[in-house]
């Protein structure tokens, strides 16, 4: 039994219901926080504005229609008109995925560039790669992997940051693996060109 309250624990906090009422096991208190994100599983949860984007002859193509729902696509809600829409964007390879991303306020929606670092300095970009999405943390990543082993590769983070009625996407952390070691081993423990050391500055 102890197995199955841990279980029922682990999904209280992947659902982000710990200390709610409606928990599973880490009952309390507070409201039930309604759900921010879902997923992306047929074209048909995309709104209709943005669906010829995906189908034959839009920038984000599929050859396969039914691939789209299988790629792992979703919907960040932050509130009830206002939307960040991830999806996966054209045929990917063999072990990497290309995401596009989209501001979806109403039915309007624009195509997002994130910020990112290279030897050259910043720059933004629209295509990101096998995205990944942490709800408690309000963390996005991406990870293109240099080969499928995924011992090299670019490895970037950005944090969700709203203030004040906005909200955009900061990088938050990148490492990049030149060298393809056949080790792996953990991404923290890839070389990091962001930030830099000793960053924030400290305030006079």
Not at 1 to 11: C, D, Q, T
Not at 31 to 42: E, G
Not at 84 to 92: D, S
Not at 172 to 176: D, I, M, Y
């Given at each position: 039994?102890?197995?199955?309250?841990?279980?029922?624990?682990?999904?209280d906090e992947v659902q982000d219901r710990l200390g709610t009422k409606d928990a599973l096991e880490a009952k309390g208190g507070e409201?039930?926080?309604?759900?921010?994100?879902?997923?992306?599983?047929?074209l048909d949860d995309l709104p209709e504005a943005m669906r010829p984007l995906f189908k034959s002859e839009g920038e984000c193509e599929f050859f396969e229609p039914e691939r789209f729902g299988r790629a792992g696509g979703f919907v960040i809600r932050l509130d009830e008109s206002w939307s960040?829409?991830?999806?996966?964007?054209?045929?990917?390879g063999a072990y990497n995925q290309p995401f596009a991303l989209y501001s979806l306020i109403g039915e309007d929606f624009t195509s997002l560039e994130l910020p990112g670092i290279s030897e050259d300095g910043p720059f933004s970009g629209e295509e990101v790669w096998n995205v990944g999405w942490d709800q408690t943390t309000g963390m996005l990543d991406s990870f293109f992997k240099g080969r499928g082993l995924g011992?090299?590769?670019?490895y970037n983070k950005w944090h969700l940051r709203a203030v004040d009625g906005a909200a955009d996407f900061v990088l938050?952390?990148?490492?990049?693996m030149d060298e393809c070691d056949g080790e792996g081993g953990e991404l923290e423990d890839w070389p990091k060109i962001w930030p830099p050391a000793g960053w924030p500055p400290k305030a006079d």
């Open positions: 039994l102890s197995g199955f309250a841990a279980a029922l624990l682990w999904f409201d039930s926080r309604p759900a921010s994100v879902r997923d992306l599983l047929s960040y829409v991830v999806a996966p964007c054209g045929e990917g011992d090299c590769g670019v938050a952390e990148s490492r990049v």
